[in-house]
T-cell receptor, first 112, second 112 residues
Framework: DAGITQSPRHKVTETGTPVTLRCHQT?????MYWYRQDPGHGLRLIHY???????DKGEVSDGYSVSRSKTEDFLLTLESATSSQTSVYFC???????????FGSGTRLTVV | DAKTTQPPSMDCAEGRAANLPCNHS???????VYWYRQIHSQGPQYIIH???NNETNEMASLIITEDRKSSTLILPHATLRDTAVYYC?????????????FGKGTKLTVNP
């Protein structure tokens, strides 16, 4: 979707290094989400935000942290990447005025 | 945990209606049912959502049973491009925020 940009689109990193993924939106949506997708698991929620500086954990938050210092950006950080965090990461947003969620195109992260 | 149950796979002939079932027997009175689909490794795409009444849009129809314990997504004239994984999701509300919890979905294959 043109309103959501995830960066980088692809990244290969080494075990133990910090990694930050960025989700940028131009829709002024209040809610933002980070999901990961792995074979056999579907999409699992990592963290979400319901406003600037307001974040909460999802079902698979261990090893991840997030920050939202302004409405348009939601950052996902892997403090010390592990091979189990190799995955495709999707960002999503939602406007408080309607019920539709919009997903980004994803970031494919490989930890070697 | 996901609050929905879907068959892992289904097949449909091109041009015929595709009927995708979903069970959500523990749904609460104010929880919406959403349907998304994911083609290849793209981000999930919104299809339709509903609370109690049947809904229709340009993509599909959503039939929700009177007791709200199950629903069916109908693609009236399936095409090869409708081959995708379809997710039935109950939107979970927690305090002042809410989120989508995905299950494993149904892989729909539309055959020529």
């Amino acid at each position: 979707d043109a309103g959501i940009t995830q960066s980088p689109r692809h990244k290969v990193t080494e075990t133990g290094t910090p990694v930050t993924l960025r989700c940028h939106q131009t829709e002024n949506h209040r809610y933002m989400y980070w999901y990961r997708q792995d074979p056999g698991h579907g999409l699992r929620l990592i963290h979400y935000s319901y406003g600037v500086k307001d974040t909460d954990k999802g079902e698979v938050s261990d090893g991840y942290s997030v920050s939202r210092s302004k409405t348009e950006d939601f950052l996902l950080t892997l403090e010390s990447a592990t091979s189990s965090q190799t995955s495709v990461y999707f960002c999503a947003t939602r406007d408080s005025r309607n019920y539709g969620y919009t997903f980004g195109s994803g970031t494919r992260l490989t930890v070697v | 945990d996901a609050k929905t149950t879907q068959p892992p796979s289904m097949d449909c002939a091109e041009g015929r209606a595709a009927n995708l079932p979903c069970n959500h027997s523990t749904i609460s009175g104010n929880e919406y049912v959403y349907w998304y689909r994911q083609i290849h490794s793209q981000g999930p795409q919104y299809i339709i959502h509903g609370l109690k009444n049947n809904e229709t849009n340009e993509m599909a129809s959503l039939i929700i049973t009177e007791d709200r314990k199950s629903s069916t997504l109908i693609l009236p004239h399936a095409t090869l491009r409708d081959t995708a994984v379809y997710y039935c999701i109950v939107r979970v509300a927690q305090g002042g925020s809410e989120k989508l919890v995905f299950g494993k979905g149904t892989k729909l294959t539309v055959n020529p």
